[in-house]
């Protein structure tokens, strides 16, 4: 089983998608409203939200994936009821890069550092509202 994390937006899902494909990297691909099929059995979109992103996703290479969507036209979600995304990598290094590049325009709540429970530690709430940790383990000494 693999849990994925699902982030929805209110029509500037392209935009967050895109600032965290930039900070994090990995395999980004984009599927819109207007991708849909007609018959596809689920509601259509207006033209003026056509563009919006129906399913985004972001892939990497250990098999790990973030999922990513602009609520259906006329639905709303509400800024900050995401749950936090960890995010484990695999150098310290990445720690402190990821959470500075996550945190441009939001608020870095745990600057990374060493933490009591054998790792290096950042968290924060990126500018469109999502809680973040970033973390990786030391190992033992």
């Known amino acids: ?5 699902y982030l929805s937006f209110n029509g500037d ?13 990995g395999e980004l691909q984009i599927m819109r409203y207007d991708d849909m099929p007609q018959d596809g059995g689920m509601p259509g979109a207006s033209p003026a939200w056509a563009k919006k992103v129906l399913h985004a996703s972001i892939g990497f290479g250990d098999g ?4 990513f ?5 006329g639905s709303s979600v509400a800024k900050g009821d995401y749950a936090t995304v960890h995010l484990q990598v695999d150098a310290e290094a990445k720690v402190y890069d990821i959470v500075k590049k996550l945190g441009a ?3 870095v709540t745990m ?7 054998g790792s290096v530690y950042g968290s924060l709430v990126d500018k469109f509202g999502v809680p ?10």
């Open 1 to 5: 089983m693999k849990a994925i994390p």
């Open 13 to 25: 899902c392209e935009e967050a998608v895109r600032f965290y494909h930039a900070a994090i990297g």
């Open 64 to 67: 790990a994936y973030l999922y």
């Open 69 to 73: 969507s602009d609520a259906f036209e």
């Open 105 to 107: 325009g939001g608020q």
């Open 111 to 117: 600057p990374p550092a060493k933490t009591f429970w």
């Open 132 to 141: 973040w940790g970033v973390e990786f383990e030391l190992g033992e000494a």
